[in-house]
T-cell receptor, first 111, second 112 residues
């Protein structure tokens, strides 16, 4: 019962480096999401994918790109990391207008 | 616009009741949710309420919704140390599928 799996769990980058956060879900959900969590600001939506083949910007998309590779996988890419992108990133999935299931998070530090 | 606000911190004694409050601004919310986040983990859904309801009870949890004041609360009866976590309220607006807007989160500390 894996649910939503994110990798890596921890990553340290230097300013300007690129990286991709991977997310996979095994619940056959249509919708997938990337959120970032910062102290005092709650969770903010970066990008989401309502179904395979579609992606849409959320509240804070600047500096990020996403790929909905197939129904299971939704990746988040930072092309040129900045210290302001230091955060905890959460992937989530849902089936229609229902409960969101979250991964355990990926803690990213940009120096 | 979408804006969901919560107080940042609440401390209660074990056995007391906890009340976590949330205000939202968009009157077109359809569902309102409470999620729990334990240290080092993702969020898990605790309960939710449809916007045409004013109360929902689920074991030790009671959700109250005042739609006129756009105020949502979560009451935890007989609070235990295992309830220590961050609690997020979230709203889903009409026509936005499952795109949720989360509040800032309230850290609940339970003391002995």
């Amino acid at each position: 019962n894996a649910g939503v799996t994110q990798t890596p769990k921890f990553q340290v980058l230097k300013t300007g480096q690129s990286m991709t956060l991977q997310c996979a879900q095994d619940m056959n959900h249509n919708s997938m999401y990337w959120y970032r969590q910062d102290p005092g600001m709650g969770l903010r939506l970066i990008y989401y994918s309502a179904s395979e083949g579609t992606t849409d910007k959320g509240e804070v998309p600047n500096g990020y790109n996403v790929s909905r590779l197939n129904k299971r996988e939704f990746s988040l890419r930072l092309e040129s990391a900045a210290p302001s992108q230091t955060s905890v990133y959460f992937c989530a999935s849902s089936q229609g207008p229902g409960e969101l299931f979250f991964g355990e998070g990926s803690r990213l530090t940009v120096l | 616009g979408e804006d969901v606000e919560q107080s940042l911190f609440l401390s209660v004694r074990e056995g007391d009741s906890s009340v976590i409050n949330c205000t939202y601004t968009d009157s077109s919310s359809t569902y309102l949710y409470w999620y729990k986040q334990e240290p080092g983990a993702g969020l898990q859904l605790l309960t939710y309420i449809f916007s045409n309801m004013d109360m929902k009870q689920d074991q030790r949890l009671t959700v109250l919704l005042n739609k006129k004041d756009k105020h949502l609360s979560l009451r935890i009866a007989d609070t235990q140390t295992g309830d220590s976590a961050i609690y997020f309220c979230a709203e889903r607006l009409t026509g936005t599928a499952s795109k949720l807007t989360f509040g800032t989160g309230t850290r609940l500390q339970v003391t002995l």
